[in-house]
Structure formats: C-alpha cells, structure tokens
C-alpha cells in the first residue's frame, strides 16, 4: 500500500461520514419542517458555536473547544429558550453529553432519568420548565419582598 491509497482510503471515508451528515440534516429539516430553531455563533466572521432544536428539545449545542469557557454556548442557550418560550414552549428537553451535564445544570436544567445509551453515546436525559413572563416573575417576587417587608414593619 502507498501513501496515495492510504489517502484514498480516508477521503472515501470522510466522503460516506458527509453524506450520512448531509441525509440526517435533511431528515431533520424534513422532520422539523417550519419547526426548527437553529442559532450560529461567529467571530470574525467564523462560526464558533451552534445550537439547533425545535421549541421543546435542543437537538445539538456545538461549541468550539477554544471557545469553551467564553460564554458562547450561556449565549446560545439563552437565546435559544428565547425562541423556545416565543414559541409556545413550556419546557425544553435534551439529551446531554456525560461532559455537558455541569454546564446544563448551571443553565437550570433537571437530570430526569439516569445515564442511557443514544445512538452509542452515553448520555443523561435533562429538562427545563420554560418561564413565562420571566420579567412578571420578578417583578411578583419583588413586590412580595415589599409585602413581607412592609408585613414586618407592621
């Protein structure tokens, strides 16, 4: 075997991986059809992180390595629950990578069933109950701590 054949050999691979990529996009659109939600990070006109889904469940959440620690994926999530919420969601679903798990529960996310197997990959199964009216919330909250301070005074 030469070195040629050997890179034959890889770029045949890379071929078959793409296109099997390429069908599971486009039976997702198909799936999905006018339901997705897909958001892209850039710097410098570079993509450094994506998230896709469809108003009750993220899909994927990419990051590049580099870019991990910087607040790109925080980002993306927020504005993804953003678009969750507008859309009628009441909560968002995910399967997460075994590494992921901190990252999603410092997002508000709930573990709801133990390690499973997706696809080959083990991962933990998470939920997050959609806020509605997130600023009504607060403002509730606030005027309750004005009531119980006022109770006090009393």
Not at 10 to 31: Q, T, W
Not at 90 to 100: D, E, M, N, V, W
């Amino acid at each position: 075997m030469t070195a040629q054949d050997d890179f034959s050999k890889i770029i045949d691979v890379v071929r078959r991986k793409l296109c099997f990529l390429s069908l599971y996009m486009e039976n997702l659109a198909k799936r999905y059809a006018g339901e997705m939600i897909s958001l892209v990070a850039t710097n410098n006109g570079k993509i450094v992180g994506t998230a896709m889904g469809t108003k009750d469940e993220l899909i994927r959440l990419y990051v590049r390595h580099r870019y991990h620690g910087t607040g790109i994926g925080r980002s993306l999530m927020q504005r993804f629950e953003q678009q969750c919420i507008q859309r009628g969601s009441r909560s968002i679903r995910i399967r997460s990578s075994l590494q992921a798990v901190l990252f999603y529960l410092k997002m508000g996310y709930n573990k709801t069933t133990g390690k499973r197997n997706f696809r080959g990959l083990k991962c933990q199964s998470m939920k997050k109950i959609c806020e509605r009216d997130g600023m009504l919330t607060i403002v509730e909250t606030w005027i309750s701590q004005i009531q119980v301070a006022h109770l006090r005074l009393i």
